[in-house]
């Protein structure tokens, strides 16, 4: 049955997107290469109004999105002076001066009945396991600070990547299939009456754009989405409490590493970024515990090598909107929702949302299920990630500051408390088909943190202490021989895409 506020078979050919930066360039990128024949696709955005732009940081599903698009690596890493990760080093989140990595690796091998983390805590009951990590190649080579490519996509990894440059990238990509670039403020966001939906956007110079399917990537003002199509916020900030960030970039110093640091202090934590010309650094922190020119002082003391800008405090609410595509208007990026970038999971989120819109694009017509099914999808998704993020705050031994007592003694979400309960007695996991973190990321993240289970899987006592030693043994030595071969990560990355040398 057609949505009675739709046109019935209305065709969609004509797509305004609504805000450039990353989330605009990316969903132009996409449509223009996928789906660009048979669009009229228009980006407008004002040199005039800033980007966040400080997603310099991802997680390795973005290798897929640039396969589809068929982006070569070597060029977006020298255009965006990109350098490889591995993972995300947590540093003082369980207690201060204890760390641990989260990497984007499988840890040892699993049996059919029971994960690899039962022969290892089995092994470690006896003697003869060593740290969980030992057992995963890219945990080893980040602490190594070495990398390769290896056959057969033998190495899990992301990238670090100037956001400024990658906009860039794409635009020019974009624009190369077909995309129009218009410049301008909007003033106005037009509507019909009788729908409800967005006909046109008006710029200040008086010229009108006209659509009949329209992307929201106005970042936090979420101008179509929140003002227009009157789609509320669902406010997070009882799980989790930051609410601001200040970023600053630095000169390298030294070798750029295969990770993200993520360094927690008394109110929140600090990002490192390496790229290959430069280093990312902010603060993500709550008001609530310290104020911001505190933080700001805290950043500035820490950070290595001389600003190459200036500090900049940027205001963020966790949460979602439990609608992110209404009528014909389909947001993207900041505008659907907001999760602090501790699992780098920003860009993430609108490669998803770009995805899911051309697997449901409304070629003949908007159609209601299409668009239920999108909000479903996309607040069950966000949710995952949610319950992920506070599981890092939740499971601390840190009670020295009062932002770190609350963290521990919040109440959680059933569904993640589940989660945790589960592990500390069973030492099982369980990921549904849809979520974006793996079995290992939650072990990963879990025993970094803190817990270790009770018990582990019988099946792991079926093993002797010889065979179970030789089991593992055999898989730390094969990383460890892989490792020792693989070349400097800077070594690398400077011959495989490096800025020319003078």
Known sequence: MQNSSTPAGRPVRRVVIAGGGTAGWMAAAALSRILGKRLDLTLVESDEIGTVGVGEATIPTLLNFHNILEINEREFMAATMATFKLGISFENWRNVNEDYIHSFGLTGTDHWTAGFQHFWMKGRERGLASDYGDYCLELKAAQALKFAHLPNNGMNYAYHMDASRYSRFLRTMSEHHGTKRVEGKIAKVNTDAATGHITSLTLDSGSTIEGDLFIDCTGFRALLIGQTMGVPYEDWSHWLFNDSAIAVQTDATGPAVPMTRSIAHASGWQWRIPLQHRMGNGVVFSSRYIEDDAAKSLLLSTVAGEPLTDPRVIRFKPGQRPETWKGNCVALGLSSGFLEPIESTSIHLIQRGIIRLMQMFPTDGISAHDVAEFNRQSARELEHIRDFIILH????????????????????????????????????????????FAENSWIQVMLGQGIMPRTHH?????????????????????????????????????????????
């Not at 007592?405 to 979400?413: L, Q, Y």
């Not at 408390?417 to 849809?434: A, K, N, S």
């Not at 089991?471 to 011959?495: C, E, K, M, S, W």
């Open 393 to 436: 705050y939740k499971v601390t031994n840190r009670v020295d500051s009062p932002y770190w007592r609350a963290a521990r003694e919040m109440e959680v979400p059933a569904s993640l408390q589940h989660r945790i309960d589960l592990f500390r007695e069973t030492g099982r996991v369980f990921r549904e088909p849809t979520e974006l």
């Open 458 to 502: 019988q099946t792991a006592d079926l093993m002797g202490d010889h065979e179970l030693s030789g089991f593992l043994n055999g898989i730390r030595d094969t990383i460890a021989r892989t490792v020792a071969q693989l070349p400097p990560h800077q070594a690398y990355v400077q011959q495989y895409c490096g800025i020319p040398k003078m």
